[in-house]
């Protein structure tokens, strides 16, 4: 199967709903399109495209055996419900989700969520092994931080393994080489059966695990300790440690090879992955460099990059070219995913996209500084910025200095500043936060959620994150937690990103998961987001507002959420 001009197949792996397009990365230069064609193998779109269908409740009876299958429906049925009709409907909404005018109010975007919700339910009425959301699919029971469990799984007929079967059937036959991206271990799961089944119909296609690390979740420590010997290695044909090895690992695999590419990235990035979201928005980053801060004692975030220095200026230079390819192609709106990007680097962006008339929409993540303003943040909006996101994590200072993220100039007064000045820009803002860090208290907490209560009030486009803390590989905190009153305590498995701990010694009024969730309720209550729960499909239309491609639609445009009212859809 291996031709004069080799195809590297771009796999998207079923996982999350996919609402956005996550660019490759910078491997994939000048250099390497004169050597290898590029495509998109778009397994996720075509197994939430199925997912709904006729096709799923014909996998679910021949896993589970017709006899559960006619009691579970003939209970539905009893109850009123038309477990048929209501997938189909679930099936439309999935695909009304890429039609703008479903976004253009309250009540016809709610309506589409309440269908895709029911879809969901009715799924795990009729079998009880896999639990459908609109983060995918998870199996119960199963141990996935452990890869031995995972492979097993994989090679298994289930019904997992069936619907990437059916995924598998609507694409077209790869050429040599796949290449496999995964975010989350859902993903990992997914590319093992993608493995299982692509090794069975195309023998000769090489499955490479070439990009393992998206936010918080990375392999890279794991597999750069074992090496070969992970288990890992044995269930893909090639697994690549460090990013910077890919052309290395492709050019070992095609030595003698050269391309004229059919598309470009922005080609493929603007038409042949499917998204269910009416404007095709990209994820991806201005610079392969770590964090300009670097600090944070809980961030795993720089263990994914080998590159030892901050994004920088020079660095534009190609960021922009290929940010220019992009929008020329079809690709309307941006996330730059950079951890935290200088106020100074923004500044040189955003005078640069004016300068070279790129017309896009963009949001992008800093870190809180003094001289974000009305100047700064008029000039990113000048630009096509709709929203910043900031890593606030908490305002207490105690908290701050254990977390080596304080600074005297950002007490809380400064820092709603910030933030007025940014609603004032027209700007939207996101605020990630952190509770339960070691030896936080609630009274400590409280206040946190206060002041996130006090500046959210009236700005538009605001939302925000409350997140358990999580122990992460990769971090000062997991390297020295006893500094930290931690200590670790034994998994069983080999692939854990984070790592669980106990605190032998906690204050009296240490922060409990209860509390997290509570305090995370009672924001979304005083900032009115609670009411949405009172509609059908509410509570998941707040997520993806939150979390997915769809706050960026209504974040950069008409938005019917604005300030978090739901009187909109009453």
Known sequence: MQHDTPEIGLVRLPGRLPTTVDDIGFWYDDDMATRFSVAAWDVAGAWWSGLFSQNTLVAIRSVNG??????RSLRLKAQGVDAGAMMRAADQALQNLKNPAFFDSAETYLEQIAHIEAGFQILNTLQDNVIFGINGARVAGLNYGSSVALGAFASGQTLLQKLVENAVEQMPPPNEFLFLKIKDEGELLSALMLTEVVRRRWPNCQMCLGDHGHENYSLHSVLKEQGRAHPLFDMFD?????????PVV????????????????????AHDFEIFAPKRILTMRLSEGRCYWAKCTYCTQNAKFGNGRAPSKSDLV???????????????????????LSPALLREFSQKLVTLGIDIHWACRSKLEPVFGKVLFDQLALAGCYEVL??????VPRIQIAMDKYDRRLDEPAVAEILNAADQAGIGIHLNLIAGFPSETLAELNQTVDFLIQVGQGKSGFTFLLNEFVLFRDTPMFENPHDFGMEL???????????????????PDAVTPDDVLREMQRAFERLHWGRLGEFAGGDLAVHLYFTSGHGSVFKSGFNPFDCGDSRAVA
Do not use: W
């Open 318 to 340: 190609q960021a922009l070219d290929r940010l220019s390819g992009f929008a020329q192609a079809g690709v309307s709106h941006f996330q730059f995913s950079d951890e935290a």
């Open 66 to 71: 017709r006899l559960d299958h006619t009691r």
């Open 489 to 507: 305590v034994p998994v069983g498995g080999d692939i854990f990103p984070n790592a669980p701990f106990v605190v032998p010694h906690p204050m």
């Open 238 to 246: 090639d697994v690549v440690v460090e990013r910077g090895a890919i």
């Open 250 to 269: 492709l050019k070992l695999r095609f030595p003698v090879c050269g391309a004229v590419p059919s598309k470009t990235l922005g080609d493929i990035y």
């Open 390 to 395: 900031f890593g606030l994590e908490t305002t």
